[in-house]
């Protein structure tokens, strides 16, 4: 099965901030990752897919990049309701697999 | 609009079973994969089954593989999954999720339900 790695696990970040969320892959999977934003007893949502694809309706301030086995999520300017964990996912093959996370939060 | 909602979480002891439910709306439910997804407390996401469009074919992961069946009623657009032998392991928010598109290759997860706890304790 193919391995997720996110860093850092925990962000520390102000309103408008450009933030950086990478995400690795144990082995390629071309451009088949995902994007999820999670808060505090919610599920998960989607942001992006391909690797960089928005998700419709997602504020254009998020956007990914990358292929292969290195990813990043960036958000250009970090807004008050964007403090929350974020996941990666692969989507290469079943069996599918998250990142540990990352947690945004205030600093 | 486009919903999904579980139910059948519960307090479950270990060794017996329990069946979640998803019940669909807002889309044509027969044209889509279907997974569940599962988040132990504190924890992170983990995939738990896929199931295709039609039933066809269905995908686990291996620490379910065997205890675990997902199905679907495309005629009560209704997701299901009917776990066996269940183990404190097993205690998570258990959470449907659809796949972005009808394509038969894996996709992303484009709706999520609100979720359910299994509790798995004596």
Known sequence: ?107 | QVQLVESGGGVVQPGRSLRLSCAASGFTFSSYGMHWVRQAPGKGLEWVAVIWYDGSNKYYADSVKGRFTISRDNSKNTLYLQMNSLRAEDTAVYYCARARSGALRPQAFDIWGQGTMVTVSS
Do not use: H
């Open chain 1, 1 to 107: 099965d193919i391995q997720m790695t996110q860093s850092p696990s925990t962000l520390s970040a102000s309103v408008g901030d450009r933030v950086t969320i990478t995400c690795r892959a144990s082995q390629s999977i071309s451009s088949w990752l995902a994007w999820y934003q999670q808060k505090p007893g919610k599920a998960p949502k989607l942001l992006i897919y391909k690797a960089s694809s928005l998700e419709s309706g997602v504020p254009s301030r998020f956007s990914g990049s990358g292929s292969g086995t290195e990813f990043t999520l960036t958000i250009s300017s970090l807004q008050p309701d964007d403090f929350a964990t974020y996941y990666c996912q692969q989507y290469n093959s079943y069996w599918l697999t998250f990142g540990p996370g990352t947690k945004v939060d205030i600093k």
